[in-house]
Structure formats: C-alpha cells, structure tokens
C-alpha cells in the first residue's frame, strides 16, 4: 500500500486539529466543544502516522488487510464525537447523574461496535467473521437507538435553536456513520469487492468528513443554537 495516502491523511488530520482549535470558541459554554472536537483529528493524524509508517497492519495470506491503528483511533475518537452530541442535548441543564448514564450506555455500545468490528476483521472463517459482524452492527444499531430516541427527546425538551442544532448534527453524524460498515462489508476485510488502496481511499474522506467537516458544521450549530437561545 502507497504510503502517500496516510502521509496526505496525517497531514490534514494535524492542520484540521489546529484549524478547529484556532477557530472555535475559547469561552463557555462552548469552549469545551472546541477542545473536544479539535482532539478528535490529533488523534487520526497520530493513527495515519502509524499507518504510513506500517505500525500495526496485519496482511494475512488470503489478502484481508487489517489496520490496527485505525480501531486503536476509532475506539477513542468516536466516543469523544458521540460526548459532544450527548452534552449538546443536555446542553447547560446541571443533570449530570443522567448525563453520566447516557454517556456510559453510549460508549460502552459504541466501543464494543469498534472491538466487534475489528475481531471480525481478523477472523478468517466466514460465518464466524459476519456473526462478529452483525454483533458490531447490533452495537451500532443501540448506539443509533440512543442518540434518535432518547436523547433527540432530551434535546427537543428544550426546544428551538439547540433542538434543532442537535437534529442537525445528529443528521450528518449518522449518514457518514453509515458509510463505514459498508466500506468494511465490500472491503478487503469483508468481501473484498473493492481493492485496499480504493478502501483506504474512501475511508480518508470519510474521516476527514466524520472528524474534521463535521466539527466545524457542529460548531456553527452550537453558535447559532446560542446566538438564539432562551437564557437556561
Ligand atoms: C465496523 C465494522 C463492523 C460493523 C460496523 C462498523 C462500524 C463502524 C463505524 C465507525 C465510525 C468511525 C468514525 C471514525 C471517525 O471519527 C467497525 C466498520 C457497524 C460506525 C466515525
């Protein structure tokens, strides 16, 4: 595999980081969604460093190709994008000990979704590798579940400006969410209907969107949902 892509994929992950801490809000109440956001593509630009370097990619004999570093990001950076939407839907409201309960609930599906997910990468025999698949998919499908029912309510208790910001975010989250099982399902970790550098391809632009694009659209949610909103 071309070490260029992960080096182009490094590149935009560290001036992304930048970008969006520069940018984004230093005071509360948005403050804390800057440094979150702005640490989600460090994190990548540290996985596609390792990538381009070769740390962690397993090759086995059959052509499957599993790169480990991009779970190790995954299993951190997609927790921190789903507490940004979590604390947006209980946006200023002091409910910590609900709070910490959805928040536990979502990360403890969303990191078993990313664990499945990469046991189904190495496993060679079919059925136990789309049995793994499915049980990331079942994850996924809690996480999804949480964020449109439940927490949309929370978020729409409130009403207006932030209740929109939070549909819209949501919105955006879940269409790229579900870009990725599907380049995994055709990939060379699934049935491998689509060569690697064309999957290492889509997923660069997949998470320069997810990570970087999305936190300036939800930045600009939250701004706005400010500008407008009735005082907590
Ligand atoms: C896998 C494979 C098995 C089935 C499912 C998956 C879902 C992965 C997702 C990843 C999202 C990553 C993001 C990264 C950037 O920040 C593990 C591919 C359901 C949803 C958003």
Known sequence: ????????GFAIMALGSLAIYAKGSKAPPARHHTLMHSSVPFIAATAYLAMAFGMGTLVSLTGSVTYLARYADWSVTTPILLAGLVLLAFHERGRTGEVGGYLTAIIVLDV????????????????????????????????????????????NERGGALAAAYSKNLVFLTVIWFLYPIVFLVGPEGLKMISDPASVTAILVMDVIAKVVYAFYAAANLDSALAGAEPA
């Open 1 to 8: 595999m071309d070490q260029t892509l992960f080096l182009i």
């Open 112 to 155: 078993l979704m990313i664990v499945a997910g990469l046991v189904s990468s190495l496993v060679e025999v079919p059925v136990v590798k789309w049995i793994w698949y499915l049980w990331s998919c079942a994850a996924f499908a809690g996480v999804l579940y949480l964020l449109w029912v439940p927490l949309k309510a929370i978020a």
